[in-house]
């Protein structure tokens, strides 16, 4: 969105050119050697104060950080435009790349600095978009297509990512930034160890293709980096046959050893192409708030929701193991054999495995339907203190029992779904930055709340409690979208890998720039 006051083109430039100096209180001089100066991306820089109302929020409605403007960049080039720009300052500006706005705590905003809309390069042709490889095997795809479009994209090919995250409408640069988790990542691992090339805008303005074989240590500093060291602005995505269906199962327990010891067997199978292990796993809570589905899905039959309720009831927590099996024209004969044998002697409660037949995309989209419910009902922008957090196997067991039938059960405040379920260290890169504990199985656990704009602060609270829990009882908790304020909770965060986090900062922003909501060099 251009900034919208009636002057002719070259005095809004002007005006805004000196409008961000003046307000931010950076110099007139910039290096213009490299690319192109500020005053060629004028036209993008919004002080529509709708625009700046929009990046000053997130999904998490939480934090509100006010930036100076707003970049609708048509072009690559427009945002390295901007951040040579500030890089090239006397007082540098921060600057915040912003995708779909999914993140709950402010750490994709620049307070008195610049938010870049990402999305806006949709708009334009001049962004990567989505293309697909002759041969299939990969697609390029720009940094602000959302993942629901790179599915529909690829399956038009015949093929498709095979590392998903449960929701779909978020940035391929967001969740790239942070790791990109789901049911898959026990077998695939997560989106960040799913990319065969990326380029990316370090905070020097450099463009800078990268992949495992060249210029590495950015290519691993940026997934999972959290936005500190630069804009993805492209990937190179490894695609998959794509299965047509697939066959969803849950089944209840209301036992939780045998939850997690039926979990941990499933994802012992786990060859990227074993044909026998299961493509998608994940656990889930189940409490006495309401209807046993929730905005995830509607898949329980209506016909069983009294039994499931009254369970509920009964043992106030019930544990849901949810998984699926894909097929397509050469394996659907055999698809319910194999899905037999992988389920065979696990300890759900007899009369409680409930079956779906369904489109793969209607599948992997499962979170629309939910979504649209929320909106219409008026559910969705509302406050979302979330907390996700990876917990070492050895320390499930003890997390159950303090936090699940502990801590949420005494509050009774819990709305929204509660995910518990297993990943495979060996499936993750720990040359990448993202953090995860040190055992080779780790669950990890969200506690997806919606709230009222009056009342988030009670579950605030809880998530605090847990945290506090999890120190008390030396559980090695690792915070996943992680939410700290100050520096030396970031240096407890990443442990043994901050020394290599901090010295990538210097090296690819050492002007401390890029993605001041993180709080991890910008702290104030």
């Avoid at 435009?81 to 705590?105: C, D, E, M, Q, W």
């Amino acid at each position: 969105m251009a900034v919208s006051f009636p002057i002719p083109s070259y005095f809004t430039a002007i005006f805004i050119i000196s409008r961000l100096m003046s307000i931010i209180g950076i110099s007139k001089h910039w290096n213009n050697k490299l690319l192109p100066p500020l005053d060629n991306i004028t036209d993008k820089l919004s002080l529509d104060p709708s625009a700046i109302e929009s990046a000053s929020q997130d999904f998490g409605h939480i934090v509100k950080s006010i930036p100076k403007a707003v970049l609708q960049p048509s072009s690559i080039a427009d945002i390295a435009s901007l951040i040579n720009f500030s890089y090239n300052s006397s007082i540098p500006f921060t600057i915040a790349a912003k995708g779909h706005g999914h993140s709950v705590r402010g750490q994709a905003m620049a307070s008195d600095g610049v938010v870049v809309n990402m999305t806006s390069m949709k708009k334009h042709r001049n962004g990567t978009g989505i293309w697909v490889s002759n041969d299939g095997v990969y697609a390029d795809v720009g940094g602000e297509q959302l993942w629901i479009d790179v599915l529909n994209a690829t399956l038009k090919h015949g093929v498709a990512p095979v590392s998903w995250t449960d929701y779909l409408y978020l940035t391929v640069g967001g969740t790239l930034s942070n790791g990109g988790i789901s049911g898959q990542s026990f077998r695939y691992g997560p989106q960040i160890s799913n990319v065969y090339e990326m380029d990316v805008i370090t905070g020097k303005a450099e463009i800078v293709t990268c992949s495992p074989n060249k210029n590495s240590e950015l290519f691993y500093a940026a997934l999972g980096g959290l936005g500190q060291f630069g804009i993805i602005t492209r990937a190179r995505i490894p695609l998959e046959p794509a299965p047509k269906r697939v066959k969803w199962i849950r089944m209840l327990y209301n036992d939780f050893t045998a939850f997690t010891r039926d979990q941990e067997l499933l994802i012992s199978i786990n060859g990227r192409h074993d044909s026998h292990a299961l493509d998608y796993l994940e656990g889930s809570l189940l409490m006495d708030h309401g209807s046993p589905d929730n905005w995830r899905s509607s898949f329980f039959p209506p016909k069983h929701h009294p039994k499931i309720t009254s369970s509920i009831t009964n043992h106030r927590i019930i544990y849901c193991l949810e998984v699926v099996k894909h097929y397509d024209d050469q394996t659907q004969n055999t698809v319910d054999k194999e899905l037999e044998q992988l389920l065979k002697g696990l300890s759900y409660m007899p009369g409680f495995m409930f079956e779906k037949d369904v489109l793969y995309a209607e599948f992997l989209n499962r979170v629309l339907r939910g979504e649209l419910k929320a909106r219409s009902e008026g559910l969705w922008d509302v406050p979302h203190p979330w907390l996700n957090l990876f917990i070492p196997k050895s320390q499930i067991e003890g997390f159950n029992d303090g936090v699940f039938k502990g801590i949420v059960l005494e509050r009774n405040i819990t709305t929204g779904p509660v995910l518990v379920y297993p990943m495979n260290r060996k499936k993750w890169d720990d040359r990448m930055s993202a953090v995860i504990p040190d055992e080779e199985i780790f669950y990890t656990v969200g506690f997806l709340h919606s709230s009222g704009f009056d009342d988030w602060e009670a579950f605030d609270d809880q998530n605090k409690e847990i945290l506090k829990f999890c120190e008390d009882a030396g559980i090695g908790v690792k915070q996943y979208l992680p939410h700290f304020t100050s520096k030396d909770e970031w240096v407890h965060h990443f442990g043994s890998k901050w020394e290599t986090f901090q010295q990538r900062k210097f090296q690819f922003d050492p002007k401390m720039i890029l993605s001041p909501g993180q709080r991890i060099f910008n702290n104030n």
